[in-house]
């Protein structure tokens, strides 16, 4: 080989070392960053980042019996379109309370405490007119996915 040919192919090596190099770091950073986010939604999940605290609002954190619940075990629990007040959510004024599209849309699917219909119903403005079963059915319901 020539002299160029030599300083060209060197080149070449270098460029494709370099290159392999950096997706090599870039995989494992988006290996490390899926793997923080898996650790950070399980203690989410079970409660550790909350510190010593047992509770997420006026009742203690639930403990879910059913994996998956389905959208009904929200109505069972008396999550409907009177919860405390006639009309509160029956579609006309907010959202309807029986309606799964539009339930889920106030939820982040298997993490309650960012959802802002948990977060809403446990401390926020909806926390008078709640109870610990629907408390617990919202809770369990979103982190089982807020499935339909």
Not at 13 to 33: I, N, Y
Not at 107 to 120: D, I, K, R
Request: aromatic share 8%; glycine share 8%.
């Amino acid at each position: 080989m020539s002299k160029f040919s030599n300083s060209v192919f060197s080149s070449l090596v270098l460029v494709m070392s370099f290159t392999a190099c950096v997706d090599e770091k870039a995989s494992e950073k988006d290996q490390d960053a899926a793997i923080g986010a898996a650790l950070l939604s399980q203690l989410s999940r079970s409660g550790s980042l909350s510190g010593t605290s047992s509770t997420t609002g006026k009742f203690p954190i639930p403990t879910c019996e059913v994996a998956a619940p389905a959208f009904s075990s929200l109505a069972t629990a008396g999550f409907n379109s009177t919860c405390g007040s006639s009309g509160c959510h029956d579609g006309t004024t907010r959202y309807n309370a029986t309606n799964y599209n539009q339930v889920k849309g106030y939820t982040v699917a298997g993490s309650p405490t960012t959802s802002s219909l948990y977060t809403a119903q446990s401390t926020g403005s909806m926390a008078v007119n709640t109870n610990q079963s629907v408390d617990k059915a919202i809770y369990c319901w979103i982190l089982g996915g807020s499935n339909p």
